[in-house]
């Protein structure tokens, strides 16, 4: 009992001086030691708290499934990961896909289709609106991860968990119409109306 109050005092001190989240750090670093790791531990952990920015990155892989659980072959399996991001790349050169002035995010668009064997020979609108999205993933995940290899593999990733996802995803959206028209009709109608905008803008 003495030991969990001076627990709390501890971290109510702490706070009081402006150093939050001393005892979320120190959860998280004995989750990381863990060997396996724990994705569901993990992955809890990153709802309920702000990842530090150092851990970022390591915690992302392992959430996303770019690294295994098994931390005794992470090594082997990022050394695996970057040589398959050149293989990419490489190809996409010779096909004249990409070249030294492709933004990352696109080229991280056409390495996906490349992987995916969705890569169009001729580029339509419509085929270039179904990985929007994962152009837009890419560019943040490019502020987070620590290489331009690292990036692709954590965007690649998220987006495959988002298209997992999408049933879900639609349902939030219906449910988020529903009750912003019902709170508040007014911003609903604008907001209705700026998307058919931006739709006739596209056409």
Known sequence: MTHIDERNF???????????GVEEKKSLEILLKEDPLDVDKLTTFCQRFPVPAIHRPFVWKVV????????????????????QYEDLCHALSVMRQINSDTDLPEAHR???QLEEGK?????????????ESLEAIANS??????????????????????QKQQDV???LHERF???LKKEDERLYNYLAEIGRASCRERV
Do not use: N
């Open 10 to 20: 501890r971290s109510h001190y702490y706070e009081k001086v402006g150093f939050k």
């Open 64 to 83: 996303l499934g770019v690294l295994p659980i098994y931390q005794t072959i992470h090594k082997f399996v990022m050394k695996q990961r970057h040589e």
């Open 119 to 131: 890569l169009p020979l001729e580029e339509s609108k419509g085929f270039l609106c179904e990985f």
């Open 169 to 171: 995803i639609s349902k």
């Open 141 to 162: 995940m490019i502020e987070v991860a620590d290489c331009d290899r690292d990036a692709y593999w954590l965007s690649a990733m998220f987006y495959r968990q988002l």
């Open 110 to 112: 056409f390495m996906f």
């Open 177 to 179: 119409e529903f009750y």
